[in-house]
């Protein structure tokens, strides 16, 4: 696919700003969910030409046998279309997508395109948590709209807790990273932070422009509504141990997961970069 130009880039991001994105998202998130089978059946078959889907992993390969588009949107693969590394102890990609960024962190800071940074803290919306991952690595992960667009843990773990956090809609395609400064920590996002076998580890689930909901699996919707305020929950009294494979959320609709690790904790696989296209369950890193 030819690249856009770095005008109509930069055109494309700096109209997101004044776009009700919020509003925007309610609707997609309304009409996605419609049940009417012209309606969503129709959105079906346009979704799949645009963006030549194959059903053939789904565990549904019939379109119109989904309910809602939200239905086939977020649709489940068959058990044996992801096999997970036979190393107990890789950490497992948690999606389908693209690699738009991957390395270590350099002090707090993670790269989001050439020239621009953010910080953990920011990321997370708490300076403590922030800290707790210097100089540790880091992966930025891209869900495109032909994605499978359900998150499942890389590793096993016990949550600790999760922080919904207020923000903008920008999209988070590349075009848009590269042109909006601290685009993921500006935007709406979901932190959740589990303890795992090779210390606390970071899933950041971001929202996007017309991303009608994230979901998680123990909890439910956690947007909408719109969040106000920054949203804390602790679990350390009511655990929840997820295994590796263990589906984690979804996306209604896409965006970008961030995984963060501890310092010295992984080594990132070799041959990732920007733009490496990845699937869910295959070996990401290994411990370090």
């Not at 509003?23 to 089978?37: D, E, G, K, Q, Y």
């Not at 580890?201 to 699996?217: K, P, Q, Y």
């Amino acid at each position: 696919m030819q690249t856009p130009a770095p005008l109509a880039e930069a055109l494309f991001a700096s109209v997101q700003y004044a776009l009700p994105t919020h509003a925007l998202s309610r609707i997609v998130h309304r009409v996605t969910r419609a049940r009417a089978p012209l309606l969503k059946n129709a959105l079906i078959e346009l979704f799949c030409r645009r963006y030549a889907i194959d059903l053939a992993e789904a565990k549904i390969s019939d379109p119109h046998a989904y309910a809602t588009f939200n239905d086939f949107f977020i649709r489940e693969l068959r058990a044996d279309a992801r096999p997970f590394p036979v190393d107990a102890a890789a950490l497992a990609c948690p999606v389908d997508g693209s690699i738009s960024q991957v390395g270590a962190l350099q002090g707090e800071r993670l790269v989001q395109a050439k020239g621009r940074h953010f910080n953990t803290a920011e990321l997370l919306a708490d300076p403590e948590d922030g800290a707790a991952f210097e100089g540790g690595a880091f992966a930025t992960l891209y869900l495109a709209p032909r994605n499978y667009h359900r998150v499942h843990m890389p590793l096993a773990g016990t949550l600790l807790r999760t922080r919904l956090v207020p923000g903008r809609l920008f999209s988070v395609n590349p075009a848009t990273a590269r042109h909006v400064p601290r685009l993921f920590a500006r935007n709406e996002r979901l932190v959740c932070l589990f303890d795992t076998a090779v210390g606390v580890v970071a899933l950041v689930l971001v929202g996007a422009m017309l991303v009608g909901s994230i979901e998680t699996a123990w909890a439910g919707e956690a947007t909408p509504p719109r969040a106000r305020r920054i949203v804390e929950r602790d679990y350390k009294s009511e655990p929840v141990k997820l295994e590796r494979g263990a589906e984690l959320g979804r996306f209604n609709m896409g965006s970008s997961v961030i995984l963060l690790c501890p310092r010295g904790a992984v080594t990132w696989a070799a041959g990732l970069g920007p733009g490496t296209a990845v699937r869910m369950g295959q070996a990401l890193a290994a411990p370090a």
